[in-house]
């Protein structure tokens, strides 16, 4: 498995911005599909983003054009550039790691972002 840790989280006003990191420690990071999701008191654990070894990236219909994901191989980290934040964004966010095989599935501790005026 794969040691994860997020970092970035806040509060911010709604229209605000704030930037997620999740740093990985290991080896192999180029070869994982790392997402965020999020997850709203009362609510399942929804996908955010995700971005792929190939290069591929698929987002949440709710925050396509909001919401940017990348990642530093070299670094072993991937970002969630958020922008034009609403109040519905609030949740817990968590960075995952997956590949089929060798099979990892391993998730960050979460960080909180809280947007409110």
């Known amino acids: 498995q794969v040691q994860l840790v997020e970092s970035g989280g806040g509060l911010v006003q709604p229209g605000g911005s704030l930037r997620l990191s999740c740093a990985a420690a290991?080896?192999?990071?180029?070869?994982?599909?790392m997402g965020w999701y999020r997850q709203a008191p009362g609510n399942q654990r929804e996908l955010v983003a995700t971005?792929?070894?190939?290069?591929?990236?698929n987002y949440a219909d709710s925050v396509k054009g909001r919401f940017t994901i990348s990642r530093d191989n070299n670094k072993k980290t991937v970002y969630l550039q958020m922008n034009s934040l609403k109040p519905e964004d609030t949740a817990v966010y968590y960075c995952?790691?997956?590949?089929?095989?060798?099979?990892?599935?391993?998730w960050g501790q979460g960080t909180q972002v809280t947007v409110s005026s």
């Open positions: 995952n790691a997956y590949r089929d095989w060798p099979y990892v599935n391993s």
């Open positions: 290991g080896s192999s990071f180029s070869i994982y599909v």
């Open positions: 971005t792929a070894p190939g290069g591929s990236i």
